[in-house]
């Protein structure tokens, strides 16, 4: 973590959901909306289809950085605007980029900036991460 600048690129993956997933989620965080396992009711509710939680996908995006970091307790500070549901295929899934960038460097900390993408369309917004620098 040798000298940081704005716009350096600290971390990047795609992780593949798939329905599978989603249960997964749901038992371990008890939300058992069936909006996120259901064809039938998302349909019934107007949704473009199952989606995954959102803090799910919010999880995994700060995850993104965290062998960057070496130490998940450097995050001091994380938040974001869920703009668009990722939806979930049953048979394909769902592929879900995150990109993480320098956007400041401060005070010992840093601000880390997350593009989270799923189908070429941003689905979380003002996606940042503040860190605390070694």
């Given at each position: 973590?040798?000298?940081?600048?704005?716009?350096?690129?600290?971390?990047?993956?795609?992780?593949?959901?798939?329905?599978?997933?989603?249960?997964?989620?749901?038992?371990?965080?008890?939300?058992?909306?069936?909006?996120?396992?259901?064809?039938?009711?998302?349909?019934?509710?107007?949704?473009?289809?199952?989606?995954?939680?959102?803090?799910?996908?919010?999880?995994?995006?700060?995850?993104?950085?965290?062998?960057?970091?070496?130490?998940?307790g450097r995050i001091?500070?994380?938040?974001?605007r869920f703009t668009?549901?990722?939806?979930?295929?049953?048979?394909?899934?769902?592929?879900?980029?995150?990109?993480?960038?320098?956007?400041?460097?401060?005070?010992?900390?840093?601000?880390?900036?997350?593009?989270?993408?799923?189908?070429?369309?941003?689905?979380?917004?003002?996606?940042?991460?503040?860190?605390?620098?070694?």
């Amino acid at each position: 973590m040798s000298e940081l600048a704005v716009g350096d690129v600290v971390a990047e993956r795609t992780v593949q959901l798939e329905r599978e997933s989603l249960v997964r989620y749901a038992g371990a965080s008890g939300d058992f909306n069936p909006i996120h396992y259901r064809d039938d009711v998302a349909a019934r509710v107007g949704l473009p289809g199952v989606l995954a939680h959102g803090m799910l996908t919010m999880g995994l995006s700060v995850e993104t950085i965290v062998p960057w970091l070496g130490d998940s307790g450097r995050i001091l500070e994380y938040g974001v605007r869920f703009t668009r549901p990722v939806v979930v295929d049953a048979s394909t899934g769902a592929e879900v980029t995150v990109v993480a960038k320098v956007g400041a460097v401060e005070d010992g900390a840093a601000r880390i900036d997350l593009t989270v993408t799923c189908a070429d369309t941003t689905v979380l917004g003002k996606a940042q991460v503040r860190v605390r620098l070694p």
